[in-house]
């Protein structure tokens, strides 16, 4: 009896474990395929419930990576003016908007931005955070501690990287790639 207790309990740690992970698993679809992200949940908390809350409303699909940067990072995320979807879309303010959910204060850690690490973007305040995110490229260090990390690309880089890049120092892109959908 007691090895059968033992067996249920490990086969029930094993399962929840699981749930919980599959539970901070995303999937960023792409033109060119599928990006899947593992959030950071124990690292920044309040980043990850708020683009879990953003995706599950479908506030993501369709908005455009308004700013990438070559060797640098894909900024997306800007749900007002860069949903491609929406009567409020004007791609010369992709990048000035966010949700209609307040700011978040900064949750940094010493997670690394690394290739493939998400970031949230936000102004000069630390706490300003509020949609808009990006996608490491390549490493940038300059941005340890200063940015709160909430994730990081575990499969599909090869598909950020295809992002069409800006062709100017600021990385605006003109006629943008999209998210088609972030579940």
Same mark, same amino acid.
């Given at each position: 009896m007691n090895k059968f207790i033992a067996k249920f309990l490990i086969l029930f740690f094993i399962l929840t474990n699981q749930l919980i992970a599959e539970? /901070?698993?995303m999937i960023l679809k792409l033109k060119d395929g599928d990006v899947k992200i593992e959030l950071f949940e124990d690292v920044a908390p309040n980043h990850v419930k708020r683009i879990k809350q953003l995706a599950q409303e479908g506030k993501y699909d369709g908005v455009v990576f308004h700013r990438v940067i070559d060797g640098f990072m894909a900024q997306t995320g800007d749900v007002k003016f @860069? /949903? %491609? %979807?929406n009567d409020d879309y004007n791609l010369e303010r992709a990048g000035t908007g966010g949700s /209609?959910?307040?700011d978040l204060k900064a949750e940094f850690s010493k997670i690394p931005h690394i290739? @493939?690490?998400l970031s949230m973007a936000r102004s000069q305040d630390p706490n300003s955070a509020n949609s808009q995110f990006f996608i490491c490229l390549e490493a940038a260090p300059h941005l340890d501690g200063d940015y709160t990390a909430f994730g990081k690309v575990i499969e599909g880089m090869e598909f950020v990287d295809k992002i069409k890049k800006g062709g100017s120092n600021n990385g605006s892109v003109s006629d943008p790639d999209k998210i088609i959908s972030f579940k």
């Open positions: 539970e /901070n698993i @860069g /949903n %491609s %979807s /209609n959910l307040p290739k @493939g690490t």
